[in-house]
């Protein structure tokens, strides 16, 4: 079992900043990946931004540029690191990790830019 707590969400506006964490109940060195969903209203959850185990990372194309993803083992934490926010980025992110073959999510924070 892995349990994920997101925080970080709120409301910013557009070309602001805001650093989502994902804290993970076990180490995070022994997870296959940890990965950032959102799913804006009305819109099917979509993959944001992955970091694997071996520290490979991988955006969807409409971030690329402006978030970052990376972990802490130490802390046992995942960021997400978002700059140059857009409207289009208001929704709910979700933080998702894969262990031995199972899938486990958070409850999500939302985010929510203004223009």
């Known amino acids: 079992q892995v349990q994920l707590v997101e925080s970080g969400g709120g409301l910013v506006q557009a070309g602001g900043s805001l650093r989502l964490s994902c804290a993970a109940s076990?180490?995070?060195?022994?997870?296959?990946?940890m990965s950032w969903y959102r799913q804006a209203p009305g819109k099917q959850r979509e993959l944001v931004a992955v970091?694997?185990?071996?520290?490979?990372?991988n955006y969807v194309d409409s971030v690329k540029g402006r978030f970052t993803i990376s972990s802490d083992n130490a802390k046992n934490a995942v960021y997400l690191q978002m700059n140059s926010l857009k409207p289009e980025d208001t929704a709910v992110y979700y933080c998702?990790?894969?262990?031995?073959?199972?899938?486990?999510w958070g409850k999500g924070t939302l985010v929510t830019v203004s223009s």
């Open positions: 076990r180490s995070i060195s022994s997870l296959n990946r």
């Open positions: 970091i694997t185990s071996d520290g490979r990372t």
């Open positions: 998702n990790a894969q262990w031995s073959g199972l899938y486990y």
